[in-house]
């Protein structure tokens, strides 16, 4: 929901620039700015006759990350997939003149659908949860199916070595977050548990899913989709701030982990949903349901019965899952890290960064897991 304007921006010279580059959308502008949360300013703009529009823009002042807020990156991809069966938000402009409004920004179309928070799908009918979740998990394979190439997003990001340049980043970082001190007691945040155990794992090349590379969105999860009003379907992907070219089942790890950690102590951790739990929830399709429909679309060639392709696939996942979930333990530790600065302080920031315990070991459970995959692989 869009509501008072937090970060103010020149309408006017906004409205400036749209009479001479876009004056199909037309001006004055009523502008609102949605919710908290966003890493990207991002406001709904409404015109005389009511159409709506969506504005995007990098956040002012000075970046800490050069990588981030790459608004830039966000319109590309959107721009390039709208010639594909996946579906996105009309683009309809960027501008990358600071002196508009500021920072760069661009302007997309206003989706008016469903956004659901929960990936439960509260207060739907149990057949409406299981297409909802269906649709979520087709919108997904028909994404990795596009070649970059053929949408001119070949330059998009590296075609290989997605995990290996992933188990880098994460290494360098835990160590730095593990390093800082608590300003008062000067006690160290310390490392995860189980992560020199964890590095050499994801880091055997043996073990690792096969190097592919397609277009991934980086965040897919169900609250980053906009469904239709009334039908189960997708009718846009929204938050294409980490999108790149990588391995695509990072993104099919970070869409079924609620099926995962649902398991866990919520004593202990953060953002579980119950409802995940085996007939916990009517409607809800169960995870190998969605894997199988993930690959039915993703490779309709593919042999289901063939068993070293199912247990291939079943292995690979569950390696991807537990990378998954380390990064989760290595984001929370960050979170820990900031608090033993001072520069967190709420009860809600404290239960975070407790949590890398229990996601660390969680992950380590599932690594194991894929180990013992791996070895009933190799006598099919």
Not at 2 to 28: C, F, M, Q, Y
Not at 169 to 197: N, R, S, Y
Request: with cysteine; aromatic share 10%; charged share 25%.
């Amino acid at each position: 929901m869009a509501g008072r304007v937090r970060h103010p921006i020149d309408i006017r010279s906004l409205e400036r620039w749209l009479n001479k580059t876009v004056p199909e959308i037309e001006t004055p502008l009523e502008v609102h700015q949605f919710g908290f949360g966003q890493s990207n300013p991002t406001y709904q703009l409404t015109t005389p006759s009511g159409d709506r529009y969506v504005l995007r823009k990098k956040p002012p002042g000075k970046l800490v990350s050069k990588t981030a807020h790459k608004v830039e990156r966000e319109y590309r991809i959107i721009a390039a997939l709208s010639t594909t069966d996946v579906p996105v938000p009309r683009a309809y402009c960027l501008c990358e003149d600071d002196s508009v409004i500021g920072t760069p920004f661009y302007i997309m179309e206003f989706l008016d659908g469903r956004i659901f928070e929960d990936p439960v799908i509260p207060n739907v009918l149990p057949d409406h949860r299981r297409a909802i979740w269906a649709d979520a998990v087709r919108t997904l394979a028909k994404l990795h199916r596009i070649d970059p190439k053929s949408v001119g997003l070949e330059s998009f990001g590296r075609h290989d070595g997605f995990y290996n340049r992933q188990i880098a980043t994460w290494k360098q970082i835990c160590g730095a977050q593990a390093a800082v001190e608590d300003v008062d007691t000067k006690e160290q945040v310390g490392q995860l548990p189980f992560f020199e155990e964890l590095m050499a794992f994801f880091g055997d090349g043996k073990a690792q899913p096969a190097d592919k590379g397609t277009l991934i969105h980086g965040d897919f999860k169900i609250d980053n989709l906009v469904f239709h009003k009334t039908e189960p379907r997708v009718i846009g992907i929204l938050d294409w701030e980490m999108s790149t070219i990588g391995h695509p089942l990072s993104d099919l790890a970070n869409l079924l982990t609620p099926y995962y950690t649902a398991f866990l102590d919520p004593a202990r951790s953060v953002h579980l949903h119950p409802g995940f739990l085996p007939k916990a929830t009517r409607g809800l399709p169960s995870r190998e349901d969605l894997t199988e429909l993930y690959f039915a679309v993703l490779e309709p060639e593919a042999r289901e019965e063939d068993r070293a392709v199912v247990e291939t696939r079943r292995r690979e996942l569950q390696w991807a899952q537990a990378f998954s979930i380390f990064r989760l333990a290595a984001i929370c530790q960050g979170i820990a890290a900031r608090l033993a600065r001072r520069q967190a302080s709420s009860e809600q920031a404290k239960r975070h960064g407790d949590a890398r315990t229990l996601f660390a070991e969680f992950a380590w459970e599932l690594a194991q897991s894929s180990k013992g995959a791996e070895a009933k692989t190799s006598k099919l």
